[in-house]
C-alpha cells in the first residue's frame, strides 16, 4: 500500500527548532520528487521545498531560506524536515507528498500525501 | 513567481455542474493541477496536467487550461464534493497554489 506519514510535529517557542519526518511505504522515495507542504490555520497550501528524486535538485521558497533543510534517508525510505529559527507564522499543518519520477517534478501532481502533522510556534 | 486567483466560494445545486476558476496571465502556458480537500483530511489530486484524471477520480471531473484561465468542472455535482479545491499552476522554473475555492452544494 502506497503511503506517507509524518510525524515529529509539536509546541515550540519562537527561535526553537524542530525535525519533522515522513516515513513512505509501497514505493522508494528515491524513485521520486518528494515535497514538504504546509497549510496555515483557515489558510491554503504552500509548497515550501522540495528534493528531486536524484537528490541533485533542492529547492526551498523564500522565507523559510536559511532556516530550513530537507533531506532524506534511502535506507529508512524517509523525507525530513529540519526547521530552526522558528517563527510564529510557521505555524502550519506540515503534509508530505509525492510528486513526479522524473524531470518534470509535478507531471502527474503531488498524488499521494500524509496525513499531516501539526507544527505550532507559540511562546 | 506568479500568482492564481480563485473564487473564494463557488454555491452549486446537487446534480448541477460546478465551475471554479483559476487565473494568472499566461495560465495556459503553465501545467495545471487541481486538488480536493475534504474538512480535517489531506488533500487529494483529482486532475493533473490540466485535463487528465488520476485513477479511481469520478469522470464528474473534468478540466481546461486555456489563456489566462484554467477550469476544473464537476458535472452533476453531490453533496460529497463538497469541499475546497485548490489549484497548482507549475513550469520548468516556477510554481504556485491559488488561494482555495469553498465548493458548498445547497
Known amino acids: 500500500q502506497v503511503q506517507l506519514v509524518e510525524s515529529g510535529g509539536g509546541l515550540v517557542k519562537p527561535g526553537g527548532s524542530l525535525r519533522v519526518s515522513c516515513a513512505a511505504s509501497?514505493?522508494?522515495?528515491?524513485?521520486?520528487?518528494m515535497t514538504w507542504v504546509r497549510q496555515g490555520p483557515g489558510k491554503g497550501l504552500e509548497c515550501i521545498s522540495y528534493?528531486?528524486?536524484?537528490?541533485?535538485?533542492?529547492h526551498y521558497i523564500d522565507s523559510v531560506k536559511g532556516r530550513f533543510t530537507i533531506s532524506r534517508d534511502n535506507a529508512k525510505n524517509s523525507l525530513y524536515l529540519e526547521m530552526n529559527s522558528l517563527r510564529v507564522e510557521d505555524t502550519a499543518v506540515y503534509y508530505c507528498?509525492?510528486?513526479?519520477?522524473?524531470?518534470?517534478?509535478?507531471?502527474?501532481?503531488?498524488?499521494?500525501w500524509g496525513q499531516g502533522t501539526t507544527v505550532t510556534v507559540a511562546s | 513567481s506568479f500568482e492564481l486567483s480563485q473564487p473564494p466560494s463557488v454555491s452549486v445545486s446537487p446534480g448541477q455542474t460546478a465551475n471554479i476558476t483559476c487565473s494568472a496571465d499566461?495560465?495556459?502556458?503553465?501545467?495545471v493541477c487541481w486538488y480536493q480537500q475534504k474538512s480535517g483530511q489531506s488533500p487529494v489530486l483529482v486532475i493533473f496536467?490540466?485535463?487528465r484524471r488520476p485513477s479511481g477520480i469520478p469522470e464528474r471531473f473534468s478540466g481546461s487550461n486555456s489563456g489566462n484561465t484554467a477550469t476544473l468542472t464537476i458535472s452533476e455535482t453531490q453533496a460529497i464534493d463538497e469541499a475546497d479545491y485548490f489549484c497548482?499552476?507549475?513550469?520548468?522554473?516556477?510554481?504556485?497554489f491559488g488561494g482555495g475555492t469553498k465548493l458548498t452544494v445547497l
Open positions: 528534493m528531486s528524486n536524484t537528490g541533485n535538485t533542492i
Open positions: 507528498a509525492r510528486g513526479s519520477s522524473g524531470p518534470a517534478r509535478w507531471y502527474y501532481g503531488m498524488d499521494v
Open positions: 509501497g514505493f522508494i522515495i528515491s524513485d521520486f520528487y
Open positions: 496536467q490540466d485535463t
Open positions: 497548482q499552476g507549475w513550469d520548468a522554473t516556477t510554481e504556485a
Open positions: 499566461n495560465l495556459g502556458r503553465k501545467n
